[in-house]
């Protein structure tokens, strides 16, 4: 994608949009988050604007672990750090155990990764605490493990390309209480924060409530559930009965997804609208199209290659940042149009890439 900045206001929207295209087949400078301490929950967050390496000194070989690869947010990150090892001139190889439920084989993948001369690791983790043996296991022999996306609470990780799911809920809900402030007619959201007890559900959903707490957001009971389609439907379908006054969806992008086809059938559109607290492909269409209202860009892509980046300078000895992710903006019909979507979402009809060499 390619932008004449020519105005003011461009340049100004441009501070303001970290997916914004500021150079053609470039995807740097980007607009980013650092927390210090690194490594910490409740850390200090400070902008900082994150440029890479331009190109490494050798081909160092990176070994990169991800749960799965069966839905077009991994697919986004794969493409993050494909590219990015493309551009820097690094060997890469990725694996991918199957489904969350496959930690085992994630464990064994790592180590066989290792033993085949991983020089570091970039780390999508199943589990937030059950990686923490071999990941200490492979910090021990020297090789840099780096956390990108989901998150472990290991110390012996080296770096986090990452953001806060936490964040992720409140800039939905802080969206929405900025349409309906404390004063203004109070308005009825169904929230569907994904399945119970999950991490990045709990955070998002702590960060969406604390969000709309004194606006004239009513939020009702949520509905917490399985990210599949079908349930999500499900779950949709009952608010839906049970209030049908309800003015806002808000949940999981496999919600809004899922929500898109009943609120057009129901004759419900410009009544019923639909948020998401994450982007993905669907969601970016349904924005485009007019059929979701908006969702927060947590930009995996350049998670991805922040993760490559952080990779490489440990490897060299380089100054880098230790806990790092994309600064989050909300996506909506305002700006969809002056965000870059290679840096937000995979390229259309990119195919999942396992090796560069």
Not at 280 to 294: D, E, H, M, N, Q
């Amino acid at each position: 994608m390619k932008l004449t900045l020519t105005t003011a206001a461009t340049l100004a929207l441009a501070a303001t949009l970290p997916g914004l295209a500021m150079a053609e087949d470039s995807w740097f400078p980007y607009e980013a988050e650092e927390v210090t301490p690194a490594f910490s929950a409740d850390g200090t967050v400070s902008a900082i604007t994150y440029t890479p390496l331009e190109k490494a000194e050798k081909p160092w070989n990176i070994c990169v672990s991800f749960p799965h690869m069966k839905d077009a947010y991994w697919l986004g990150v794969d493409y993050g750090v494909v590219d990015e090892a493309e551009r820097l001139g690094v060997k890469m190889n990725l694996v991918e155990a199957g489904g969350y439920t496959e930690l085992a084989k994630q464990i064994s993948q790592i180590e066989d990764c290792v033993a085949s001369g991983a020089d570091a690791v970039v780390l999508g983790a199943i589990s937030y605490e059950g990686l923490n043996n071999v990941i200490a296991e492979v910090a021990g022999k020297g090789v840099p493990v780096i956390d990108v996306i989901n998150g472990v609470s290991s110390s012996d990780i080296a770096a986090k390309s990452l953001v806060s799911f936490k964040t992720m809920g409140f800039e939905t809900g802080r969206y929405l209480a900025e349409k309906h402030p404390a004063g203004s007619e109070p308005v009825k959201v169904g929230w569907f924060p994904g399945p119970a007890g999950a991490g990045w559900v709990e955070a998002a959903h702590a960060g969406f409530m604390e969000a709309v707490e004194g606006s004239a957001v009513e939020v009702l009971e949520p509905r917490f559930g399985d990210t599949g389609k079908e349930a999500q439907l499900k779950l949709v379908e009952d608010v839906l009965q049970a209030t049908p006054e309800v003015r806002y969806l808000a949940g999981t992008a496999v919600t809004a997804e899922a929500a898109q086809g009943l609120i057009r059938e129901r004759g419900l559109q410009g009544e019923v609208d639909l948020l998401a607290f994450y982007m993905t492909p669907g969601v970016y269409s349904g924005i485009k199209r007019g059929f979701i209202l908006a969702a927060p860009a947590d930009s995996m892509v350049i998670q991805g290659r922040i993760a490559m980046d952080q990779a490489v300078r440990i490897l060299e000895g380089k100054d880098y940042v230790k806990h790092v992710g994309p600064k989050i903006f909300v996506v909506d019909p305002d700006n969809i149009n002056d965000v870059a979507r290679e840096s937000i979402l995979p390229p259309e009809g990119f195919k999942p890439v396992f090796s560069v060499n």
